[in-house]
């Protein structure tokens, strides 16, 4: 008998041969299970493009040595205001010198607060724009979460603060604002210290958390804070500020012509009654993130955000916070008995309660809610667990909340110095319940990074962000 031909197979594809490319059918299938539930369900702390990762990571890199330098400049101003040289540390800090002519005539204090704080909230204020402008939270969808979740980290700590002291009556409930706000550097050190290795999604996620913080911040300054308020110096200020933008929108990067303005500028707005750190962040904003077309386009290279930001951030975390923190920092307990009763003040016990409670509640329960009503799932390799260590860890607020406090009862007061023990106090006990909840995750945190981290092809991209 004559055999019948065999009839012509189709050609193999590869994708329904798990053995020819040498992975089980069980975990193709399950690749392709998170594939599809990708596609119909969206996800929250995605870890974003590459150029953004990495650039945050770098960011983030730098942040962690000025928290470094930031826990050295508190533990020194504490030891020197609790030693026997701690009437030295009084005089240094109120040291008076500037022109009074311009309103100038500051403390050491006054010129850490006014003045070097300018340039970190300057550096804030090019984060900012950058993450909306050029980053991944361009996308509103992305840049809803970190809004949104910095929003419920400023509520939940308002609202308890108000509640411990709305009885308390003297002004307390000007401090309302204290416990709002986040520290990414001493954050940063303490991630550092801990040695955990978080997941791309949360490193972009308490960077954007923090910036976002930042701008709500130095709004609540610029609104609730202000006195004295002196119009027509605020709005001469605008000629200066109006040339420093029109500069730099024109690439003029000239510190001989750039400085200038930016001094006269934050000059007027400190001589307004508007906190001078607000000049920071309006400098801030006039400066242009992406090139402009006459300059070779926006693929042609970064704009001069990126330019100042490299300059200045090193100068803000090296030098402004770590000594705005040294004469902010320094309160004299006065042994355990000085320290029982600074904590039994009603404002210090609100700041305590607000940072560990209200930040992690607020956090928290804001990001839980947006995903139950937007039908949004966490990424495969994060735990609820995962976000509300995080939301502990940003209970950490230090170089602002000191701000606010000494804004509203006055540098040097009795309360002012309770707000200090307060914030501290509070800041650590975020930090230790923070580093003990992201400890018990950091195997699972070590094994995202190395996927993240893993380029087989040496292109110097991670494979996991050139996959579909």
């Known amino acids: 008998m004559t055999e019948k031909p065999d009839r012509p197979q189709p050609p193999v594809d590869a994708r329904d041969r ?47 040595v000025g928290g470094a330098l930031l826990l050295l400049a508190t533990v020194v101003a504490l030891v020197w205001a609790n030693s026997p040289w701690s009437e030295t540390y009084g005089q240094v800090r109120d040291f008076r010198f500037g022109p009074e002519q311009l309103h100038l005539d500051l403390s050491v204090g006054s010129w850490a607060a006014d003045g070097l704080l300018a340039i970190f909230f300057f550096v804030a204020g090019l984060e900012l724009k950058r993450e909306f402008v050029a980053g991944d939270l361009r996308d509103r969808r992305k840049a809803a979460l970190p809004v949104v979740a910095a929003l419920g980290g400023m509520i939940g700590p308002a609202l308890i603060f108000v509640a411990v002291n709305a009885t308390t009556g003297s002004g307390a409930l000007q401090g309302w604002a204290i416990p709002t706000a986040t520290d990414i550097a001493f954050a940063l050190a303490v991630l550092a210290v801990i040695s955990t290795h978080l997941p791309a999604a949360l490193r972009t996620f308490l960077l954007t958390l923090a910036v976002v913080d930042d701008l709500f911040a130095i709004t609540i ?41 930016a001094l ?12 001078a750190t607000v000049a920071g962040v309006l400098l801030a904003f006039t400066v242009p993130v992406m090139r402009s077309q006459a300059a070779g386009g926006p693929e042609a290279g970064p704009g001069m955000a990126e330019h100042f930001e490299h300059r200045l ?3 803000s975390s090296g030098l402004a916070v770590p000594v705005f923190a040294l004469f902010a920092a320094g309160v004299t307990v006065g042994g355990l008995n000085g320290f029982v009763e600074a904590l039994s003040d009603r404002v210090a016990i609100g700041i305590v309660v607000g940072l560990v409670v209200g930040k992690a509640v607020g956090i928290f329960g804001s990001t839980y809610l947006m995903a139950r009503f937007t039908r949004a799932s966490l990424d495969r390799h994060l735990r609820w667990i995962d976000v ?12 602002v ?39 018990t995750r950091n195997r699972a945190y070590r094994r995202a990074c190395e996927e993240e981290e893993a380029d087989d092809d040496h292109d110097g991209t991670p494979d996991v962000y050139q996959r579909s």
């Open 401 to 439: 909340s000191l701000l606010i406090g000494e804004l509203a009862f006055g540098s040097g007061s009795t309360r002012d110095e309770h707000v200090k023990v307060g914030v501290l106090t509070g800041s650590v006990l975020a930090a230790l319940i923070a580093a003990v909840i992201l400890r």
């Open 388 to 399: 509300f260590g995080l939301s502990v860890l940003a209970g950490i607020g230090f170089t």
């Open 264 to 275: 006269v500028t934050w000059t007027l707005v400190h001589a307004s009654g508007v906190h």
């Open 313 to 315: 951030r090193p100068l």
């Open 221 to 261: 300054i610029a609104i609730f804070y202000t006195r004295d308020l002196q119009p027509l110096l605020l709005l001469v200020a605008l000629v200066p500020l109006a040339a420093f933008g029109l500069l730099v929108q024109r690439r003029v990067r000239s510190w001989w012509a750039l400085v200038p303005l």
């Open 18 to 64: 798990p053995d020819l490319l040498g992975v089980d059918a069980e975990s193709r299938t399950d690749a392709r299970t998170d594939s599809s539930s990708e596609e119909t369900t969206s996800s929250l702390f995605g870890r974003g493009s590459w150029p953004e990762v990495s650039r945050i990571t770098e960011v983030l890199r730098r942040e962690t």
